[in-house]
């Protein structure tokens, strides 16, 4: 009887080393699988996407993409997409979320992607239901796992001509941020405006190489605030200049321009601490000569 709990010990002592190899095994083989996607798709991306009408859209990790010969067909597809609301509402419809689900799958797929989400109204409509509109839609895509930071809510006014005002339109649509995309964001303490941490610093001295090695292409500054923050619109250009005269120090010769959207554009609720650090920041916006 002992010899047999021996051999059954021994037995299942073989059938669990067993087990684990191949459960080593499976793990190996998903991560090199995973490796292996990860690869198509950046090699996909790499000569997919080219220079748009009103810009570049670049990785920062991705720097070959800059010579790329076809249009990347998500964010155009993105830009030709109009999410029709009821009339005097912002609230949507079946039909609405429907169409978002091209949405959320563009944007999931890729975390780097940023977009304008821009409320519009026809001209009988009342100005506010415009970002109302657009903050309903970033709502509904932030409830379905979209990262807040991808999504900046801006409205539309309606346009006149000769005091004339256009019909406008119930909808909401998108527009691509055409953006060098840094690992790390460029954020401030509170109310500071031109002091810039060594982290920054690292990440602005690639920029310095990558603007080096294509002069073609120049950087729009754009700087935030949060919205505890007094003089929003001052602080946000004054951490723009920051920047500005950081990278003409360091050697950039391309266009370089600043501007201020204060606290008009956050990318994460101002209620609690670590959000309002995230509004506080620099966006690189790119732009091409001509």
């Given at each position: 009887?002992?010899?047999?709990?021996?051999?059954?010990?021994?037995?299942?002592?073989?059938?669990?080393?067993?087990?684990?190899?191949?459960?080593?095994?499976?793990?190996?083989?998903?991560?090199?699988?995973?490796?292996?996607?990860?690869?198509?798709?950046?090699?996909?991306?790499?000569?997919?996407?080219?220079?748009a009408?009103?810009?570049?859209?670049?990785?920062?990790?991705?720097?070959?993409?800059?010579?790329?010969?076809?249009?990347?067909?998500?964010?155009?597809?993105?830009?030709?997409?109009?999410?029709?609301?009821?009339?005097?509402?912002?609230?949507?419809?079946?039909?609405?979320?429907?169409?978002?689900?091209?949405?959320?799958?563009?944007?999931k797929?890729?975390?780097?992607?940023?977009?304008?989400?821009?409320?519009?109204?026809?001209?009988?409509?009342?100005?506010?239901?415009?970002?109302?509109?657009?903050?309903?839609?970033?709502?509904?895509?932030?409830?379905?796992?979209?990262?807040?930071?991808?999504?900046?809510?801006?409205?539309?006014?309606?346009?006149?001509?000769?005091?004339?005002?256009?019909?406008?339109?119930?909808?909401?649509?998108?527009?691509?941020?055409?953006?060098?995309?840094?690992?790390?964001?460029i954020?401030?303490?509170?109310?500071?405006?031109e002091?810039?941490?060594?982290?920054?610093?690292?990440?602005?001295?690639?920029?310095?190489?990558?603007?080096?090695?294509h002069?073609?292409?120049?950087?729009?500054?754009?700087?935030?605030?949060?919205?505890?923050?007094?003089?929003?619109?001052?602080?946000g250009?004054?951490?723009?200049?920051?920047?500005?005269?950081?990278?003409?120090?360091?050697?950039?010769?391309?266009?370089?321009?600043?501007?201020?959207?204060?606290?008009?554009?956050?990318?994460?609720?101002?209620?609690?601490?670590?959000?309002?650090?995230?509004?506080?920041?620099?966006?690189?916006?790119?732009?091409?000569?001509?």
């Amino acid at each position: 009887r002992r010899e047999l709990k021996l051999r059954v010990r021994g037995a299942a002592a073989r059938l669990s080393r067993a087990a684990r190899r191949l459960a080593r095994v499976r793990i190996a083989a998903r991560n090199a699988l995973e490796r292996q996607r990860q690869q198509e798709m950046e090699q996909r991306f790499a000569v997919r996407i080219q220079a748009a009408v009103r810009g570049w859209h670049v990785r920062e990790q991705w720097p070959a993409i800059i010579g790329a010969k076809e249009h990347f067909d998500f964010p155009r597809r993105l830009e030709d997409l109009a999410i029709s609301l009821p009339n005097g509402s912002a609230k949507l419809s079946a039909k609405s979320r429907a169409e978002l689900a091209f949405v959320i799958t563009t944007l999931k797929r890729d975390r780097q992607l940023r977009v304008r989400v821009i409320g519009s109204i026809k001209h009988t409509e009342a100005p506010p239901l415009a970002l109302q509109r657009a903050q309903a839609v970033r709502a509904f895509l932030v409830s379905h796992e979209v990262l807040r930071r991808q999504l900046r809510v801006e409205s539309q006014p309606v346009e006149s001509v000769g005091g004339i005002r256009s019909a406008g339109a119930s909808c909401v649509h998108f527009k691509v941020i055409q953006g060098l995309f840094l690992p790390r964001a460029i954020t401030f303490r509170e109310g500071e405006g031109e002091q810039l941490d060594a982290r920054t610093e690292q990440m602005l001295a690639k920029v310095v190489s990558t603007l080096a090695a294509h002069p073609g292409v120049g950087l729009m500054l754009e700087g935030h605030a949060d919205s505890s923050e007094p003089h929003a619109i001052s602080l946000g250009l004054r951490r723009a200049q920051a920047v500005q005269r950081w990278l003409r120090a360091n050697g950039t010769k391309v266009f370089l321009a600043t501007t201020s959207a204060g606290a008009a554009c956050p990318i994460a609720p101002n209620s609690t601490a670590q959000g309002r650090r995230h509004n506080r920041r620099i966006e690189l916006h790119l732009r091409t000569n001509g």
